[in-house]
Nanobody, 118 residues
Framework: VQLPASGGGLVQAGGSLRLSCAASGRILGIKSMGWYRQVPGKERELVASITSGTNYADSVKARFTISGNNAKKTSYLQMNSLNPEDAAVYFC???????????????WGQGTLVTVSS
């Protein structure tokens, strides 16, 4: 299962971006969708995830919204009121059951860069 992500770019502080991640390949079921981010010299951190409910990092609550469409095998991250501290490479993650192998998969996107100018 591959996860090409899109939607990153340059935005001014206070602006918005929407990231999307559409899985390719046969998928029997999706157990979770998530978005993570990483800046140079720091570990990758969870931004938001969906399993049975949604979960957000404290730093993005009330500004970011994660959503998913299982039928389209796609997850979205709507990011509002962006600030320079949100600048990072954002990675999508999806876990579920692979329809070709009938085994669990845990796939990562290649990352999309978000830059926020002050």
């Amino acid at each position: 299962v591959q996860l090409p992500a899109s939607g990153g770019g340059l935005v001014q502080a206070g602006g918005s971006l929407r990231l999307s991640c559409a899985a390719s390949g046969r998928i029997l079921g999706i157990k979770s969708m998530g978005w993570y981010r990483q800046v140079p010299g720091k570990e990758r951190e969870l931004v938001a995830s969906i399993t049975s409910g949604t979960n957000y990092a404290d730093s993005v609550k009330a500004r970011f919204t994660i959503s998913g469409n299982n039928a389209k095998k796609t997850s979205y991250l709507q990011m509002n009121s962006l600030n320079p501290e949100d600048a990072a490479v954002y990675f999508c993650n999806m876990q579920g059951v692979d329809g070709s192998s009938w085994s669990n998969f845990n796939s990562w996107g290649q990352g999309t860069l978000v830059t926020v100018s002050s």
